[in-house]
């Protein structure tokens, strides 16, 4: 291995594949089973985000018989730009900043009348809330032993997740049957309404 290292610190675009590659064969045999893991290394990641939101612990107060909402996930979006720091060949540690965008409607019956079986709403409640938040997530990742080369590799993984909500508004409006919405100012920014600093722990296998 010390061999291998010297060389191709010297040689670090040396193939053994090379048209006209006259090296013996042992001295191919140490470069092909000479391996590295790089100490640092970066990514970036775009993606969707998957919300579920607790039904069970939100009503509206004025809801006497406290019906389900339904949710609408309109946009969930997201972007990371994270660094990872290999301290040991089965331990890396990894800190990623990430920003996503979540966009929802809530909609739920206020009142409702019932014919038989049919039931008819005569007034529903309409709450839309969009927010922007950057986290700074920070993960310790442990590699399983393994043999050389192979295709997949378990790993297990614990973290804490800072969460800090950068830009959160929201209006709610109030519909009747053949009449127009009743809609509730726009709040802008209702950033005081809110935990701005939130912390998650995660955990997991991959």
């Known amino acids: 291995d010390s061999a291998a290292k010297v060389f191709l610190g ?3 675009f040396y193939s053994k594949y090379q048209k006209k590659s006259s090296d013996p064969v042992p001295f191919k045999e140490i470069i092909d089973n000479y391996y590295t893991t790089p100490r640092f290394s970066v990514w970036v990641s775009v993606g969707k985000q998957l919300t579920m939101p607790m039904v069970d612990t939100v009503h509206v107060i004025t809801d006497t018989v406290q019906m389900e909402p339904n949710y609408e996930i ?23 900043a990430m920003y996503t965008k979540d966009e ?16 008819t709403a005569t007034s529903i409640f309409h709450y839309h809330e969009e927010s922007k938040v950057i986290a700074l997530p920070l993960r310790i990742e442990g590699y399983w032993i393994r043999k050389d080369y192979q295709n997949w590799v378990p790993i297990m993984y614990v973290g804490i997740m800072p969460k800090y909500v950068l830009k959160s508004k929201y209006n709610a409006s109030t519909e009747v049957p053949g009449q127009p919405h009743y809609q509730v100012e726009n709040k802008a920014h209702n950033l005081a309404d809110k935990t701005r600093l939130n912390v998650a722990a995660s955990f997991g296998l991959k």
């Not at 739920?108 to 049919?118: A, K, L, P, V």
């Open 10 to 12: 010297k040689n670090p």
């Open 104 to 119: 929802y409607t809530r909609t739920i019956d206020r009142n409702s009348t019932t014919n038989g079986i049919e039931r």
């Open 74 to 96: 309109t946009d969930n979006q997201m972007v990371q730009l994270g660094i990872e720091y290999h301290p040991w060949k089965y331990l890396s540690l990894s800190l990623a």
